[in-house]
């Protein structure tokens, strides 16, 4: 092993996706469902920005993670089959974009249920990994994920490269940690119908801040996990701004493109 890695491995990039769609804004309010404006934008990260973004990662060789909301899934069968088909991974992301934290035990747990049951219905694969919604974690949440098989979780902020986290009752699941840094909505978000005003970025900025966040992983040999919208990201001149960033990270030597599920079980497999 090089560092905390196997192999030559310096350091992992893992580019990962949170297909939303208008799952988050109708579980913000429903009435929102009446403008549609606001849908046509939320709408257009699955119809049009997913199957970009997959030919991108293609052109460049990467597979990565996709954390799809179960409505999203059953309104978009054929895009989730051809994210699995096309072997990257698909995730857990609730199934109206509910965080844990506003759902009482019982809808905790079926909306857990009920995602899970919807992806492996159109993937054939039950996931394995989990990201909350809003990053709003109950504290119930790491128990219940461990207790209904799942080996990761993608949601708290605790370090910049995976760790273990206890889930009581002796288990534990792999943390595959995020940050609001590293992430597209707080630089590019504006829906003024919502109340979300900005100020938005353009790409050059957030270039700038995304690859002195990589530059700086690869210093310390961690992992640089991107979270991503595609109705947000997918934007023509925010993809140009991710290609070129993926050129950026592939100039440094043993960089490797991770799903969140590798990642994960690396980590179990060489961190017991």
């Known amino acids: ?6 192999g030559d491995t310096r350091c992992a990039v893992l580019l990962t996706f949170d297909v939303d769609g208008v799952s988050s804004w109708l579980r913000r309010n429903p009435d929102f469902a009446k403008l549609p404006s606001l ?4 709408e257009y990260g699955p119809s049009v920005a997913t199957p970009r973004i997959l030919e991108l990662l293609e052109a460049h060789d990467i597979k990565a993670t996709f954390f799809i909301p179960g409505f999203v899934a059953e309104t978009h069968q054929e895009l989730v089959r051809r994210v699995h088909s096309l072997g990257h991974e698909v995730a857990h992301h609730g199934y109206l974009h509910e965080p844990p ?3 009482t035990p019982e809808q905790e747990e079926e909306v857990l249920d009920k995602g899970t049951a919807i992806l492996a219905g159109i993937t054939g694969q039950r996931p394995l990994g989990y990201r909350s919604p809003s990053w709003e974690l109950s504290e119930r949440s790491l128990p219940l994920l461990a207790g209904k098989g799942f080996l990761y979780d993608s949601s708290l ?3 910049d490269a995976p760790y273990w986290v206890e889930a009581g009752q002796g288990k534990r699941l792999v943390e595959v940690p995020v940050h609001w840094q590293w992430d597209d909505v707080p630089y590019f978000a504006f829906a003024p119908a919502a109340g979300i005003r900005g100020p938005m970025q353009g790409p050059q900025a957030v270039y700038e801040t995304w690859s002195a966040g990589f530059d700086g992983v690869y210093r310390w040999g961690r992992a640089f996990c991107l979270t991503m919208h595609p109705q947000v990201i997918g934007r023509p001149d925010r993809l140009l701004m991710l290609e070129r960033l993926v050129r950026h990270m ?3 030597r043993d960089v490797a493109f991770l799903r969140c599920i590798d990642a994960a079980r690396m980590w179990e497999q060489d961190k017991r």
Request: hydrophobic share 55%.
């Open 1 to 6: 092993m090089a560092g905390i890695w196997p």
């Open 39 to 42: 849908m046509s934008m939320a």
């Open 101 to 103: 934290a506003t759902c």
């Open 157 to 159: 902020m605790g370090d």
């Open 250 to 252: 592939r100039s440094f």
